[in-house]
């Protein structure tokens, strides 16, 4: 994906929050989406949000989408070991394909 | 409910030789669906989009002839990858979509391939 551009890497402290930023270049995605994926494994999707959203909010997720600066970010409150994963940004628009960013790395510290 | 799966999981094979691999819609119908191909510590990148009963789209830069797509039933696709070479091993992780919810795509877990 060079359209959609992620950190590599992140490093947090156990119950600690995370945020992972993401931005992308095509001002008519429809979606944009966070994925996750542990290692040998597919991709989950975690949550999604309709472009003419500004906040959405899922449990310990809150993804935040800035349209005018084309700016994606995905907060994850209290992080567990369990959240140490790759994380994806995606893009989709009106064909439905997907356009993903490089992946963020988390890795979570005791 | 949702769940694709990929068959195999990994496979090495010999240079030269073809190798399928399946993924299907356990619970659901799939009008679409999706090929990607994931080198290590990278993004994925689409291969093609297949549709139940029609011929698949590439992405510019896919061979056609190469990886060959079948989809033909609402459950089932099959990636053929033809004559491998090791540059072909990769991950390939298959999506599918469902009407009317196109943008949301379910993925499989994946196919390791490695070519010898």
């Known amino acids: 994906g060079e359209d959609v551009e992620q950190s590599l890497f992140l490093s947090v402290r156990e119950g600690d929050s995370s945020v992972i930023n993401c931005t992308y270049t095509d001002s008519s995605s429809t979606y944009l989406y966070w994925y996750k994926q542990e290692p040998g494994a597919g991709l989950q999707l975690l949550t999604y949000i309709f472009s003419n959203m500004d906040m959405k909010q899922d449990q310990r997720l809150t993804v935040l989408l800035n349209k005018k600066d084309k700016h994606l970010s995905l907060r994850i409150a209290d992080t567990q070991t369990g959240d140490s994963a790759i994380y994806f940004c995606a893009e989709s628009r009106n064909d439905y394909k997907l356009s993903f960013g490089a992946g963020t790395t988390v890795t979570v510290r005791a | 409910g949702a769940v694709v799966s990929q068959h195999p999981s990994r496979v090495i094979c010999k240079s030269g030789t073809s190798v399928k691999i399946e993924c299907r819609s356990l619970d659901f119908q799939a009008t679409t669906m999706f090929w990607y191909r994931q080198f290590p510590k990278q993004s994925l990148m689409l291969m093609a989009t297949s549709n139940e009963g029609s011929k698949a789209t590439y992405e510019q830069g896919v061979e056609k002839d190469k990886f060959l797509i079948n989809h033909a039933s609402l459950t089932l696709s099959t990636l053929t990858v033809t004559s491998a070479h090791p540059e072909d091993s990769s991950f390939y992780i298959c999506?599918?979509?469902?009407?009317?919810?196109?943008?949301?795509?379910?993925f499989g877990p994946g196919t390791r391939l490695t070519v010898l």
């Open positions: 999506s599918a979509s469902q009407m009317p919810s196109y943008n949301e795509q379910f």
